[in-house]
């Protein structure tokens, strides 16, 4: 039986989808559309397990927090993908300990990991169906303590294990940290990490590992591409758009040029050595996030922007940061918060990769687009299946232009869209993806039945439009 709440608000969010399409209508005949062509060249393959959540290693022991005990998380996380990765590390490896035995810890500079932490996180990634990155202690720790920590995770975890990081941000070892001298510098680092590798390989054969993990210095994993010997599986670094105190909601609207360069660089290396890149850390702004800028939708539409960007220039996965951060509080960036009281909800970023995650249903490649960018703001890319393009996704990130994109060149005439909107860019409630929120057990079901059927697409300013096609 219907409730009078139930039936009002079906009636309501039914009256906002005729709204919407009637106003969309009226701005496709109002502006001119741009017309999408794909390129002449081979689409880019996208790894099942692209999308990653990152986490301070005191997440892991953080009691029922990655935990199959805590449903909603479950369900959160599930809702990402059926694949994915989760890495743990971040500056509290730095200050993490393995024991066996004993009460875990989940401190910021003092957090203690054991064996029933990871057999509970091994749980967690069982329940999911996801894999890990796991980082151990190069900063304070030494190499006996790192092998026997390897082995109990890799024991433990077994083929949900993904690569192991020795180290996290090791290019600021030497700048600030109390870890390595002052001209701590990549010959230093390399000797090192071959010493750790050498031992863990041994200890545990058949192990990955990721590498270099810096955190600015593309150089070093250029430099690991070239002399990996074998040593390395995964390149690794992090990005953050700027620093929370320097960030501001303009610099999110358009892609950072050291961001492009940044990936053509790396693209590069990976194309030459055959090893993979991915960016193992990443969010809008370090130190948590800006308040007012990462927790508003803006932060949803720059997270789905920056996921498309990455997968459509070979990356083979992210790991966007969340929870609780190496400063002790729940970053306002965060795809998934936390009351503090055990209770984890869907953050306003959090929409942006759910975007992703639904634009890639049945898809696992991207198609490179005919032609220059067509607007600093307007983004669209054109996702797809054994060579057919099958979906689109179009991010409209002006805060003031409307969009109208025509998909018939590419073959998109008769589709669903789903629409990612929100009251205003600098909201942190009210936004919706296909008409819907994720509701309170952390599940998504899209409610809008927006259709097109003429390949044209109108995208109001700061919104996004996911255009999926039905399968043959």
Not at 7 to 17: D, E, I, S, W, Y
Not at 233 to 253: D, I, P, V, W
Not at 358 to 379: E, I, T, W, Y
Request: glycine share 10%.
């Amino acid at each position: 039986m219907q409730t009078r709440r139930t039936v009002l608000g079906k009636l309501l969010k039914a009256c906002a989808a005729l709204t919407f399409a009637r106003d969309s209508k009226i701005l496709a005949e109002a502006v001119p559309a741009l017309s999408v062509n794909l390129a002449q060249t081979a689409p880019v393959e996208v790894p099942s397990n692209f999308t990653g959540l990152g986490y301070e290693m005191s997440s892991v022991a953080t009691p029922d927090l990655l935990s199959p005990a805590n449903q909603r998380y479950v369900e959160l996380v599930r809702g990402l993908g059926r694949q994915g990765v989760l890495r743990v590390g971040g500056i509290v490896a730095n200050y993490t300990r393995y024991v066996p035995d004993g009460p875990s810890r989940f401190d910021r500079q003092n957090t203690v990991i054991t064996r029933a932490a990871i057999e509970r996180f091994a749980a967690f990634l069982n329940t999911v169906g996801w894999s890990a990155i796991w980082s151990v202690n190069f900063a304070q720790g030494t190499i006996p303590d790192a092998v026997g920590e390897a082995r109990v995770v890799s024991d433990v975890l077994g083929t949900r294990l993904l690569a192991l990081e020795i180290g996290n941000e090791v290019d600021n070892y030497g700048k600030g940290q109390p870890f390595r001298p002052p001209l701590y510098d990549y010959e230093a680092y390399r000797k090192e990490y071959g010493e750790w590798h050498t031992a863990i390989a041994k200890a545990v054969p058949g192990i990955r590992f990721a590498a270099p993990d810096t955190a600015k210095a593309v150089d070093w994993v250029e430099r690991m591409a070239k002399d990996a010997n074998g040593q390395v599986q995964l390149l690794t670094t992090h990005y953050y758009r700027n620093g929370q105190a320097r960030g501001s909601a303009e610099q999110l609207l358009t892609v950072d040029p050291r961001l492009e360069d940044m990936v053509a660089r790396l693209r590069a290396a990976s194309r030459q050595s055959g090893i993979p890149w991915r960016i193992c850390e990443i969010n809008s702004f370090s130190g948590g996030g800006r308040p007012g800028v990462s927790d508003t939708f803006v932060g949803a539409l720059w997270t789905l922007n920056t996921m498309l960007l990455l997968a459509q220039c070979g990356c083979s996965g992210v790991n966007v940061e969340t929870g609780v951060n190496q400063l002790g509080f729940v970053s306002s960036y965060s795809p998934i918060q936390d009351d503090g009281k055990g209770m984890n909800s869907a953050g306003v970023p959090y929409y942006g990769m759910l975007a992703f995650a639904k634009a890639f249903a049945g898809c696992h490649q991207m198609f490179p687009l005919d032609g220059s960018r067509q607007s600093n703001f307007v983004h669209t890319y054109v996702l797809g299946a054994k060579g057919r393009a099958r979906n689109a996704v179009i991010v409209n990130m002006d805060s003031r232009a409307d969009a109208h994109v025509s998909l018939v060149n590419i073959g998109i005439k008769h589709a669903k869209i789903l629409r990612l909107v929100a009251p205003a860019a600098d909201s942190k409630t009210g936004i919706t993806l296909g008409g819907a929120q994720v509701d309170e057990s952390g599940r998504w079901r899209a409610a809008s039945q927006e259709r097109i059927h003429d390949g044209s697409v109108a995208v109001p300013h700061m919104s996004a439009a996911l255009i999926i096609s039905p399968r043959t």
